[in-house]
């Protein structure tokens, strides 16, 4: 089984400019997709639905971490995908060219947010996102107490169509 | 020396782009007939080609590679199109279904782009809201002879559009509509075929497949989001219809960025599916026989197999 993501480019653009703004304590920002998802055989696709940023206020400070975000944004973002029922992809940037990769504190926080995304929406899964200024690296949780699957390949919709990382054999 | 030298200037990993994508073909008649066969040229690996008819006599005026072998034979049309691909690239990723591709809908939500050849009002709205769904780039085609008032004169037109995520779709373009639609249903079952003939047809799905090279290659810097194209044959000319200009920084009310994905898509039960053992499926490309048919509706009507 792989996992393909499918975005709007207009959309991937907006959210790498949101990622890269500053905050007046935080070093990085955070922000949520939704995304429907579609079973296709060999393939599971997600398709991004929206992009729901960590207000200002919901940061909170911790100098161990480059963004720490406080209970009312995960609130936030679990209600976004209550209903229609949509998978949660938190995401932030590291900037940079290439495929990125995730921290030990990215990993660790993800232990955290999951659970809770299972809880409010147990149908769809649930995942992370890492964004550089031209890739990506996601994984994705199919179920609360299994580990995480890699999203294989990101497919911007746009003209011309492109692919973000993965093996780009679609068929 | 690759057979593809001569369109290099698509982009240097232009082969392996196009060999990498999968284009669904939906209709296999006049008009997609020569789409599938320009794909092929183009280097184009993966097709998906759906279609529930097999050539008749009064195909051969237009079905490109239909011969009268064919019509003798009663050949399904997706047959003859993966006759065409194949006679071009042996290696090319066939999937086809003689089956109204509502029915094996699910064999398209994988493509990269479909291109429509459909020539009911109705059918191109469902099929361009299954793409929409899906995220799936979806260039429609359609074409009309209209009888002009005096002796045999007729106006031949037509058009092509790109219909893509969150851009104008065919009802914002005014190609889709409920006064169509009903007039559609009215006419159902009528009888009498539509006027239909070759050289409009290769023109238009010239000008899609252009589309679909735009789409797959960076051979044009900046390439629109959406296109209309109209064909005027009386006239001679193709050109950018002013509908779509003036939809230009309106979003799309009908197909909201919300409503993607499958919405009887649940995690549970897809686990349930991967945890099973795997079923025998035909080769990819191999026409379909009664058994496996047979055995095919079974696995789907009692998940078993």
């Not at chain 2, 008032?149 to 373009?173: F, T, Y």
Request: glycine share 10%; with cysteine.
């Amino acid at each position: 089984m792989t996992v393909h993501l499918k975005i709007d480019g207009r959309l991937l653009d907006d959210v790498r400019k949101d990622l890269h703004r500053p905050h007046a304590f935080a070093h990085e920002r955070v922000g949520f997709f939704t995304a429907g998802a579609a079973d296709l055989g060999d393939r599971l696709l997600l398709t991004i639905r929206g992009y729901t940023p960590v207000a200002d206020e919901d940061y909170e400070i911790d100098r161990k971490v480059g963004a720490k975000i406080g209970s009312a944004a995960m609130r936030k973002a679990v209600q976004s995908a209550y209903r229609p029922a949509a998978a949660l992809l938190h995401v932030h940037t590291h900037g940079g060219r290439g495929k990125p990769g995730f921290s030990r504190v990215d990993l660790n926080s993800a232990d955290d947010f999951v659970p809770g995304f299972f809880e409010t929406s147990p149908r769809m899964p649930h995942g992370l996102l890492v964004l550089s200024n031209d890739a990506a690296h996601g994984l994705l949780w199919l179920a609360n107490d299994r580990a995480p699957v890699a999203i294989d390949q990101l497919q911007r919709i746009d003209a011309p169509l492109q692919r973000e990382w993965g093996s780009h054999v679609l068929a | 020396m690759s057979w593809l030298d001569r369109q290099s200037f698509l982009g240097a990993d232009s082969d392996a782009t196009l060999a990498w994508a999968t284009v669904g073909l939906v209709g296999l008649g006049g008009g997609n007939s020569h789409v599938v066969q320009q794909l092929a040229h183009l280097g184009v690996g993966g097709f998906v080609l759906l279609d529930d008819d097999i050539i008749t006599l009064t195909n051969l005026n237009r079905l490109v590679g239909g011969t009268l072998d064919d019509v003798k034979a009663e050949r399904a049309k997706v047959e003859i199109a993966a006759r065409v691909i194949g006679a071009v690239n042996p290696n090319a990723r066939i999937v086809m279904r003689k089956a109204k591709w509502q029915e094996v809908g699910d064999l398209l939500k994988g493509c990269d782009i479909i291109v429509g050849g459909l020539d009911h009002i109705g059918s191109k709205d469902e099929l361009e809201g299954f793409c929409r769904r899906f995220m799936i780039p979806y260039i429609d085609m359609g074409m009309d002879v209209t009888p002009l008032p005096g002796a045999g004169q007729s106006l031949v037109s037509g058009q092509v559009v790109l219909s893509m995520p969150g851009e104008p779709c065919l009802r914002c373009l005014q190609l889709v509509t409920d006064e169509r639609l009903k007039a559609e249903a009215q006419r159902y079952g009528v009888a009498g075929s539509r006027p239909q003939v070759v050289w409009p047809n290769g023109l238009l799905a010239s000008t899609a497949v252009g589309l679909v090279v735009q789409l797959l290659t960076p051979w044009m810097s900046d390439p629109p989001r959406s296109a209309y194209f109209a064909y005027d044959a009386n006239l001679g000319t193709v050109a950018p219809s002013d509908r779509l200009a003036r939809r230009h920084g309106k979003p799309c009310p009908h197909y909201p960025a919300k409503a993607v994905g499958d919405p009887m898509f649940d995690v549970r039960r897809y686990l349930e599916r991967l945890d099973q053992p795997a079923s025998v499926e035909p080769p990819v490309g191999a026409p379909a026989s009664r058994v496996a048919l047979v055995l095919g509706w079974v696995r789907k009507r009692f998940g078993r197999g």
